[in-house]
Structures are given as structure tokens and as C-alpha cells.
């Protein structure tokens, strides 16, 4: 790397720069691992509303496949998480009342799209 740099830049430049890094592309199965991580977070963040999701592994691997883009990182992924959950969970909050103890479940259809069942808690 250090000599494709060398090749294309001026010794001015280079000397500036304190530190290069090199970027590993995301796998599939690091793909997952983050789409557990961002999930975990917003179920964090749902609990000060006391809701919760439940995501399907089904579901989880296809917001993995479909976000991903192995040169960018998890950016993508994340952006792609709150169009696909985040937004509509927050339509789902603001166009219903949800009581405390809901269960927002998360699946994939037959269609490769996401399905939404709100399962309100029992009295």
C-alpha cells in the first residue's frame, strides 16, 4: 500500500499524514454480529417506553444481506435498520397507543418484506 502511495502522491503529502489505516471488509457473519448489536440497542431504547421487539433470526439475516456493502462497514446497516425498523416503529408508536408491556414482533414474509404484529400486553 505504502508504495502505491509513494508512487501516486508527493513526499510533502505523505510526510503530513500521522497514520494510515487499513480497512478490513466486513463478513457476512460480521454483518450479523452488528445487526445483533444495533438491535440490542434500540430494544434499549424502546424499554424507556416499555416496548420491546423481537426480531426473527430469519429477519435478522435478511437486514444483514440486504445492507450489506462490504467496502462501506456497518454504516449502511445501520441507516438501512432505521428505514426498515426504526421508522415504522415510530409510525406504529405516534398512529396507535401502544400500552406498556407491548411486544413489537419482527418477521420476514414471503415476499422479502418485514411484517410488524404489535402483541399488546394481557390485563
Known sequence: VMDSLHAYFKPEILNRMDDIVLFKPLSVND???IVDKILTQL?????DQHISIEVTEE????????AY???F?????KRFVQRQI???????MIKESLP???IIKVDLN??????FKVVKPTS
Do not use: V
Open 31 to 33: 454483518m450479523s454480529m
Open 43 to 47: 430494544n434499549m431504547r424502546l424499554l
Open 59 to 66: 429477519a435478522k439475516k435478511w437486514l444483514g444481506e440486504e
Open 69 to 71: 456493502e462490504p467496502q
Open 73 to 77: 462497514g456497518a454504516r449502511p446497516l
Open 86 to 92: 426504526e421508522t415504522p416503529i415510530a409510525r406504529m
Open 100 to 102: 406498556e408491556g407491548t
Open 110 to 115: 414471503d415476499n422479502k418484506e418485514l411484517d
